[in-house]
């Protein structure tokens, strides 16, 4: 089972700041198949990016995602207040599918 | 559009089994897998396992095989996720998901269905 390790666990930060986050999986994900999802309370999780660095219908272009391999990054290039929230990372390349724990954004 | 649609609230008693139901509406059903996922209060998702409605083909999380089994009835479009020997720990949402699909992760979530179990 792929063990995926999110940093940092909170991150709080001012509007129009740039927000970097950290996914680093026990092994290579498969295919780069390594999806990014953020989720406000009480809200199911939503799809922001897809096999590393493809955005979800919808998404703004703010939100980026890169790496390969076993590291991997989500960047947020200018907070706004709707962004605070929960984001996981997850590997769909090699069943079972897992999830990282989380990181908080909150922004000031 | 495309919507999941789950089942409402459950409480069981410790011992007991769950049998959630996902109708989906807004895409041919057999194209696309089902995921279900479940957090726990205060946790991050916990992928649950994964079902083909196109041919029944399904992976479990390991830790929660022999006490899941996921199925879809292809003339009601729904899919239906079952655990038995229930636990307290098995208290959390528990949310159908659609996808993975070749390149793409979970793309449409139901609301997610409240199961506490409790005695």
């Known amino acids: 089972e792929i063990v995926l390790t999110q940093s940092p666990g909170t991150l709080s930060l001012s509007p129009g700041e740039r927000a970097t986050l950290s996914c680093r999986a026990s092994q290579s994900v498969i295919s780069n198949y390594l999806a990014w999802y953020q989720q406000k309370p009480g809200q199911a999780p939503r799809l922001l990016v897809s096999a590393t660095s493809s955005r979800a219908t919808g998404i703004p272009d703010r939100f980026s995602g890169s790496g390969s391999g076993t590291d991997f990054t989500l960047t947020i290039s200018r907070l706004e207040p709707e962004d605070s929230a929960v984001y996981y990372c997850?590997?769909?390349?090699?069943?079972?599918?897992?999830f990282g724990h989380g990181s908080k954004v909150e922004i000031k | 559009q495309v919507q999941l649609v789950q089942s409402g609230a459950e409480v069981k008693n410790p011992g007991a089994s769950l049998k959630v139901s996902c109708n989906t509406s807004?895409?041919?059903?057999?194209?696309?897998?089902i995921s279900w996922v479940r957090q726990a209060p205060g946790q991050g998702p916990e992928w649950m396992g994964w079902?083909?409605?196109?041919?029944?083909?399904?992976y479990y999380a390991p830790r929660l095989q022999g006490r899941v089994t996921m199925t879809t009835d292809i003339s009601t479009r729904t899919a239906y996720m079952e655990l038995r020997s229930l636990r307290s720990d098995d208290t959390a949402v528990y949310y159908c998901a659609r996808g993975p699909h070749h390149v793409y992760g979970l793309d449409v979530w139901g609301q997610g269905t409240t199961v506490t179990v409790s005695s």
């Open positions: 079902i083909s409605p196109y041919n029944g083909h399904t």
């Open positions: 997850q590997q769909y390349g090699s069943p079972p599918w897992t």
């Open positions: 807004g895409y041919t059903f057999t194209t696309y897998g």
